[in-house]
Nanobody, 116 residues
Framework: QVQLVESGGGLVQPGGSLRLSCAAAGFSFNIYTMNWFRQAPGKEREFIARITPTGGTTTYADSVQGRFTISRDNSKNMVYLQMNSLKPDDTAVYYC?????????WGQGTQVTVSL
């Protein structure tokens, strides 16, 4: 029943932009902190950004600070990641994560490739 489905990934040139979306269903979206993580080949999964349940507070990893923006629309059960000034090092599978207390849900991931 619980679903987190990422979309919007693809191939983009360095310096370009992309917006990822995560559609949530099957749980009380508006009481969950939403997160984006990414995992590049051969590397550990890395925290990218999070947003509190009503959107009041956002937090970013240093690697994406100033370039990425997380947002959410609780009326649509959606969370977004706007990615600007993309670099080859941003290439990874991007995952949406919902967390509330002891509970956490993960999406399946969407591939982002930044390359000429």
């Amino acid at each position: 029943q619980v679903q987190l489905v990422e979309s919007g990934g693809g191939l983009v040139q360095p310096g370009g932009s992309l917006r990822l979306s995560c559609a949530a269903a099957g749980f009380s979206f508006n009481i969950y902190t939403m997160n984006w993580f990414r995992q590049a080949p051969g590397k550990e999964r890395e925290f990218i950004a999070r947003i509190t349940p009503t959107g009041g507070t956002t937090t970013y990893a240093d690697s994406v600070q100033g370039r990425f923006t997380i947002s959410r629309d609780n009326s649509k059960n959606m969370v977004y990641l706007q990615m600007n000034s993309l670099k080859p090092d941003d290439t990874a599978v991007y995952y949406c994560k919902a967390q509330n207390g002891f509970r956490a849900y993960w999406g399946q991931g969407t591939q982002v490739t930044v390359s000429l």
